[in-house]
C-alpha cells in the first residue's frame, strides 16, 4: 500500500479522513475533558484533598445459572433477541435502552463484537450509533459491506453508569446471550472493536494483539482493532485499521 497521509487517503470511493470529527463534537469534548478528567478537590483549611467517588457495582438480580438457562431456551434467534430484551439485567436500573444486536439480513460470514453502548446507542436503542456509527458504516463500505452482510453484537446490552468498564458480573450474566447469538450466527470470523471486546472474545491484549488474527475456544478466527471512539480521538490509527480491513476483506474472500 502506498504511503499516502490519512488525510489524503480515499478507501474505495469513501472520505475517511479528520474531518470525520464534527467542530461542534470536538468543542463538546474538549469541554467534557476539563470537567470530567481531572478529580474534584477541597481545599477547606488550605489542605488540599482528592475526592475520589468509585463505581457504583449494581447488585445482581438473577444467578449467572439462570442466564445460561435462559439463553439456551430458544430456538431461533428472534426468540433469544426477544429474551434479551426481557433480561432482568442489573444494568436495566441505571439505563432507559437495552441495546439490541443487529443481524445481517444478507450475512457473509462476518459477526461484529463491539464494545460497552455509549450514550448515542442508549439514546436510540441502536448499537454502534452517532458519530462512531458513522466511521464504522465508512469502515464496511471501504472493503465493500454494510451492515445489511454484517452482524453486530454488544459485549453487554445496556449501558453502564458513566460509560465505565462493566463489572465481572455484568459480564458473566450476559456473556450466555453472546455465545448464544454466536451460536446461532456461525460466524466464519468475529472482528472485535475495542479492548474489552478483544479479551472476552479473543482473550488478548487489543495493545498487542491489534490486527492479527486468533481463534475462540470454539476454533472461529478472529481479528481485533481499535473501536471506532478511539479512531475519533486519534485519527492516525486509521492507518492500522485499515491495513487490518484489508486483510480481513481478503481472508473472509478466500474462505
Same mark, same amino acid.
Given at each position: ?6 488525510? @489524503? *487517503?480515499?478507501?474505495?470511493?469513501v472520505?475517511?479522513e ?40 449494581p ?7 439462570t ?10 434467534? @428472534?426468540?433469544l433477541?426477544?429474551? /434479551? ?17 443487529? /443481524?445481517?439480513k ?17 439514546a ?23 451492515? @445489511?452482510?454484517?452482524?453486530?453484537i454488544? /459485549? ?33 470470523? /468475529?472482528?472485535?472493536?475495542?479492548? *474489552? ?7 488478548v #491484549? *487489543?495493545?498487542h ?11 472461529i ?24 480491513? #484489508?486483510?480481513? #476483506?481478503?481472508?473472509?474472500?478466500? #474462505?
Amino acid at each position: 500500500m502506498n504511503d499516502y497521509s490519512i488525510k @489524503d *487517503l480515499d478507501l474505495a470511493g469513501v472520505r475517511w479522513e479528520i474531518a470525520d470529527v464534527p467542530l461542534a463534537l470536538r468543542a463538546k469534548w474538549n469541554q467534557e475533558s476539563k470537567t470530567t478528567s481531572e478529580p474534584a478537590v477541597n481545599t477547606d483549611n488550605d489542605t488540599t484533598r482528592v475526592m475520589v467517588v468509585p463505581p457504583i457495582a449494581p447488585v445482581a438480580t438473577v444467578s449467572v445459572d439462570t442466564a445460561v438457562s435462559m439463553a439456551a431456551r430458544p430456538t431461533d434467534i @428472534d426468540n433469544l433477541i426477544r429474551l /434479551i430484551n426481557e433480561f432482568n439485567h442489573p444494568l436495566r436500573a441505571a439505563v432507559t435502552t437495552t441495546v439490541l444486536p443487529s /443481524i445481517a439480513k444478507n450475512p457473509n460470514g462476518l459477526v461484529v463484537v463491539t464494545d460497552v453502548p455509549g450514550s448515542d446507542d442508549d439514546a436510540s436503542g441502536c448499537v454502534l450509533s452517532g458519530g462512531a456509527g458513522e466511521l464504522f458504516d465508512k469502515m464496511l463500505a471501504a472493503i465493500g459491506m454494510g451492515r @445489511d452482510t454484517v452482524s453486530i453484537i454488544p /459485549i453487554i446490552f445496556w449501558r453502564t453508569p458513566g460509560g465505565r468498564t462493566p463489572s465481572e458480573s455484568e459480564l458473566s450474566l450476559t456473556r450466555p446471550f453472546v455465545n448464544r447469538l454466536l451460536e446461532f450466527l456461525h460466524p466464519k470470523m /468475529i472482528l472485535t472493536l475495542g479492548a *474489552l471486546p478483544a479479551q472476552e472474545i479473543a482473550n488478548v #491484549q *487489543l495493545s498487542h494483539a491489534h490486527g492479527k488474527v486468533n481463534d475462540t475456544a470454539d476454533g472461529i478466527k478472529v481479528m481485533s482493532i481499535y473501536h471506532p471512539n478511539y479512531l475519533l480521538l486519534k485519527p492516525s490509527a486509521k492507518r492500522d485499521v485499515w491495513t487490518a480491513l #484489508q486483510e480481513l #476483506q481478503n481472508m473472509l474472500k478466500n #474462505q
